[in-house]
């Protein structure tokens, strides 16, 4: 982590650990059965969705998925809003209308709200950079997706789209070991997702997705080279999902053995252990951030819970622009 | 054992003598896999995460510890092939049913039903045997990707046939029929009834035929008919109109292609009024259709306006006023069959 | 000039004074392809073949040729890539107008449209201002996979505009509309149509709004209502009933998603006698809709069932008898009207 | 050529001979306006589609596409029933359902008829193989696409699941260099197709497609690799659509300077060459083979022409089975 200077770090490790807690309070409030119907926590995917985010300039575009929390927050998507969105308020993204962390967009923070069906983020994406190309625009589109989802057609469109007109886009691909029950041996005959890139005539990067500095290195040379007209590049970031698939998967079916190495590779251990070597972090600190963290979310969960629910009277209004 | 020497053919392994159980809806679904797949070693099943994990709702549970990984087939996230190669299959001779994680993932392999699927008969005559479980509905705060019921894009299109159980009986019954009936079958199935459900379902060979719909509740001054999870709805509104003094009839359509359609101009004719309900949206749900039916063929017996009850033209929301105000339910079927009775 | 100095500002070019003159359903949409581009700089055409070579029909020709390969793309063979990159490109700013190549592969962009296109303003607000232009309809000895007329799955898909002109005039004023409109329009061309058909259509401003149907004559004894290439069958068949006596009333519907209601009623109520005409196929198509429609909110008016008349439930057929049987055309319209009109 | 032994290069040659005779009197019929709708010639498409067929056993299954006529010939598809089929008649394969090439399939003679929405095949004959698989039966599935149907997500989804269950499938890529009007450039930035191969872990083999013998080694290396349990094989023949893209096309796009490369390779021609060298041809030779051809083509066209046109009264029967 050596290249990545003492401000950029903490202010990493803050968004990593807002991610963290942030993700924690979804999961504590679904317990509480305050957030109904499904919850996606993105436990182990800190660190690259905000070396992601990070690398980008205010001007980008992101088509995230659902455990990119990191990177919506990066962007300035705030956890009152995220949170009130949980609860199906009116004052969440999506006012009452889209799931947990589904359809999160908002264009003014240069974010695209995803929907299920993986990895549409691929494909609009590679319209978002075409206009952007067509504008002749100096800006960035990224969108990330899954190992699974790397299995869907839409992926192979939209990375060829990308390569035949040569657009200034990143992808982020978030090999988590699993989709959902299923693991990579089941999902493809490959080592290494990257290794597809060749296909598309685009390089095709591996990193390890739970080392900060990695992952931001990568992606900010991706993110040059797409604004400086050189194309797409696609990023593999090696991860793990460290929790199931949505809460209610006790996630039986990942051995102990595994999941046991990659916490070993927790990315917030590992920035941390890096700040405290640089002399930046010890335990008051620490805690002071989690305080503040805690106290920041509390806010907003105060607000989000006492933000009203959506009137049904307003239900078939917004279906047309 | 090779393929020649037994799997071909149709081995009715379970016929034994035919008692009932009372089972949810959920495990009734999982009593006709279970039962197809030991009678007829052609058939087979695959999906996302049905295998090892059981299922996104544990529909297939202990299916692939019974049968193995060749006939619980785990696949890799992929509607568009998995469909297609149901399809493939079941030109080997195989009688596949394929699980889509949600109804609303059967957008993403479309053009593998409504293109291939449903008109290789019409075009060479290859059959294509093959079943799509699609677990549909809402009630579940699961939001717009999570509870559609888009059967209406299937039943517009020539070739497929589409089914809707409504109780346990018959999500076991339509079942059977479906895996066994030559062409592919939609089945959906209501996510809401899962474990909210249960009835009595026999034992073995209790077929429900496809295209027959099932008159629930017999009565003289409205008809509703409807399907699906709504059902149980209307059996209740029903029920509070007794109460009232009325005597209300409750058609299930149970299949939704091809329609019962002599089921449901009786219906008509017989009470002159008709509320049809369903969770769909309403402009061209199958709602629209049974409408069209009566208002040609029963037009001189009726003695009000053909009403619908249906979603609102709107994607599912996710918070709870809202999909409450969007999900037909008893309370509005009560509140809708009182204002045609009064008409 | 960069695209924030000029492109985001629809500017009115091409006013002028407005004539009129005689084009062919075909040079009507080429022609609210060109005016729109002139007009509005945020508007681009994409799709496979239609640059260089002109698109299939060769709707597009000329277009490269006047404004360059950014604005005319040609696309690789990927139509749900293609619908969410003119998704995408929205995003940016941009009006993308999408072409099938033949309505029958909108299928194979299916996610991007009902999924996403169709949701996006509901979830968070964000206009998905595309169009797409589907070729469709039969007549052309084209089989099962250049013949579709598949706009019912998306007039059931909340969240979609849908459009189906029947004259040259409207092909013009219903481009313009649907390109402008912040949402996504599913322009149904008839490929029919395209070099069949010669019409007046006005220069310039001509839209024709979105949701308005058109009575394209006016009668008493009874409404047919069609749309697209039907309409011009149906104007037959009138003509041949006018001379016979009968004062027939036809509706193009022109909207078919969101349905003219008021129109259709007004029609209905009027003649008390409906007999509904398309060439999709009959279960769950528009007709349905409609007919549900008047059953319900004109149930009084009615002097006779409500008739429709549509192809089959069957893929459309190749060889020409057969299609000749498939396809709805004005003597069948005929036979219809006057067993109606007999009534 | 040398491997190929002098009997089936006879044989070879009597099937490209009558797959070019057979497409030219397609044509001509189109001309004539007996075949209604369109149109679509193979010609240049010879070597590779009888290759790829004569490399099959007569259990193996195919799902070919609109250009592979010589596959169907050799498969046993007789021009009766083919040419029945383009005039819409009853006794065509499909029967007057569906048009021209579309939908020509008997499972009889391990033949799926395929449907225009490009690439079904590479979707169907998946699972065909997995199908095989699963009986353990030594047979073998084999499908073809085109250049640019490998734009489409279905190729790349059928191509991962192939590879994962590894199946006993071969997979033909007809890169004629164009699709449509569409050239390659403007399908992908690759220079060949088979690169992708790499990420399926399946071998992509680069074949010139106009070369009988090569198609067939490499077809037949793959049929016996896929029999024997080896998995799946890709291979990209090379080869020039050279007509339009159907009857109507007069494909001013491409360049003279191609076609006229590509003429030089004509398949049969070469096929010939090899034949005369080889002192199996000579011209009274070729004269009588051709006349036999134009025979056996005379009388089928006659059986088509004398066959009814379906009833218009069974039009609504044969959509359920
Ligand atoms: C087209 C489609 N099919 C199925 C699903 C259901 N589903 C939701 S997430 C998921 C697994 C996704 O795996 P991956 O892409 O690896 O992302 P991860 O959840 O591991 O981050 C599945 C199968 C879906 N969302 N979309
Ligand atoms: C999904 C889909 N989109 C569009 C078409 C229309 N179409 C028919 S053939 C063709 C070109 C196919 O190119 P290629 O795969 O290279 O095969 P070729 O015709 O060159 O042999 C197109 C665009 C189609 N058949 N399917
Ligand atoms: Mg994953
Ligand atoms: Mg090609």
Redesign the interface.
């Known amino acids: 982590m050596n290249e990545i200077d003492d401000e950029l770090l903490q202010q990493a490790h803050y968004w990593m650990r807002l991610t963290r807690a942030l993700d924690d309070r979804g999961t504590f409030l679904h317990k509480q059965s305050k957030i109904?119907?499904?919850y996606f926590s993105q436990i182990g995917h800190e660190a690259l969705s905000v070396a992601a985010a990070l690398s980008l300039g205010p001007k980008d575009?992101i088509a995230p998925m659902h455990r990119d929390l990191g990177a919506y927050l990066v962007r300035g998507l705030t956890p009152r809003r995220i949170l009130a969105q949980w609860l199906?308020?009116e004052t969440g993204?999506?006012?009452?209308?889209?799931?947990?962390l589904?359809?999160?967009?908002?264009?003014s923070l240069g974010i695209?709200?995803f929907?299920?069906?993986?990895p549409?983020s691929t494909?609009?994406?590679?319209?978002?950079?075409?206009?952007?190309k067509?504008?002749?625009?100096p800006r960035v589109?990224m969108c990330f997706f899954g190992d699974?989802?790397a299995?869907?057609?839409?992926?192979?469109?939209?990375m060829?789209?990308a390569?035949?007109f040569?657009l200034p886009m990143v992808i982020i691909c978030e090999n988590n070991q699993y989709?959902?029950?299923?693991p990579l041996s089941?999902?493809?005959?490959?080592e290494h997702i990257a290794?597809?890139a060749?296909?598309?005539?685009?390089p095709g990067v591996i990193v390890d997705g739970n080392d900060f500095a990695a992952v931001y290195h990568a992606t900010k040379e991706a993110v040059e080279r797409a604004r400086s007209g050189g194309g797409p590049t696609f990023i593999e970031c090696k991860t793990m999902r460290m929790r199931g698939h949505a809460i209610h998967d006790n996630m039986a079916?990942v051995p102990k053995e595994l999941l046991a190495e990659w916490e070993a590779r927790d990315p917030i251990a590992r920035i941390e252990a890096e700040l405290r070597a640089r002399g930046l972090l010890d335990d008051a600190k620490l805690a002071a951030l989690l305080a503040r963290i805690e106290a920041e979310l509390d806010e907003a969960q105060a607000f989000a819970e006492a933000s009203p629910?959506?009137?049904?009277?307003t239900?078939?209004d917004?279906?047309?622009? | 054992m090779t393929w020649d020497q037994g799997l071909h053919k149709a081995t009715t392994v379970l016929a034994g003598e035919q008692g009932t159980r009372e089972l949810t809806y959920l495990e009734a679904i999982r009593a006709a896999l279970r039962y197809e797949m030991q009678r007829d070693q052609r058939v087979l099943v695959m999906g996302e995460d049905i295998g090892v994990y059981g299922g996104a709702f544990k529909v297939t549970q202990g299916l692939i510890e019974e049968f193995g990984e060749d006939r619980v087939i785990d696949t890799p996230m992929t509607e568009l092939a998995m469909i297609y190669a149901a399809i493939g299959m079941s030109f080997e001779g195989f009688l596949p049913v394929v699980e889509m994680q949600f109804a609303d993932f059967i957008s993403t392999g479309f053009d593998a039903i409504v293109q291939f699927a449903a008109t290789n008969y019409f075009r060479w005559r290859q059959p294509v045997p093959i079943t799509i479980r699609a677990p549909g509905g809402g009630g579940l705060r699961a939001g717009p990707f999570h509870s559609q019921s888009n059967e209406a894009w299937f039943v517009h299109t020539p070739g497929l046939k589409v089914v809707a159980p409504a109780t346990p009986a018959d999500a076991y019954g339509l079942l059977l029929s479906a895996i066994r009936d030559p062409n592919p079958v939609i089945y959906y199935e209501t996510k809401y009834l899962y474990r909210s459900l249960k009835g009595m379902v026999p034992e073995g060979e209790a077929l429900t035929p496809i295209g027959q719909a099932a008159v629930r509740r017999s009565g003289e001054e409205l008809s509703i008919i409807a399907y699906g999870a709504m059902v149980q709805e209307a059996l209740s509104a029903a029920n509070e109109l007794e109460r009232a003094g009325h005597s209300i009839e409750v058609l299930d359509l149970r299949t939704l292609k091809p329609l019962d359609e002599a089921a449901i101009l009786a219906t008509a004719r017989k009470t002159g009024k008709v509320l049809i309900v369903h969770e769909a949206n309403r402009t061209c749900g199958v709602g629209a259709e049974v409408a069209a039916l009566i208002a040609e063929q029963a037009f001189e017996y009726l003695d009000g306006p053909i009403t619908r009850l249906a979603a609102p033209d709107t994607p599912v929301p996710y918070s709870p006023p809202l999909e409450d105000a969007y999900r037909p339910n008893a309370a509005k079927i009560l509140a809708a069959a009182r204002e045609l009775l009064a008409y």
Chains 1, 4 share one sequence.
Do not use: C, F
């Not at chain 1, 929907?115 to 993986?118: D, E, G, P, T, Y």
């Not at chain 1, 060749?198 to 685009?202: D, F, I, P």
């Open positions: 109904v119907g499904g575009i199906g308020r993204v999506t006012r009452g209308r889209d799931a947990n589904h359809g999160m967009g908002d264009l695209i709200g929907i299920s069906h993986l549409a494909g609009v994406i590679t319209g978002v950079a075409h206009g952007i067509l504008k002749g625009e589109a699974g989802s299995s869907q057609g839409l992926a192979h469109e939209a060829n789209w390569s035949v040569k989709a959902y029950s299923t089941r999902q493809m005959a490959i290794q597809r060749a296909g598309y005539n685009m079916y629910y959506p009137d049904p009277a239900l078939t917004g279906v047309y622009a």
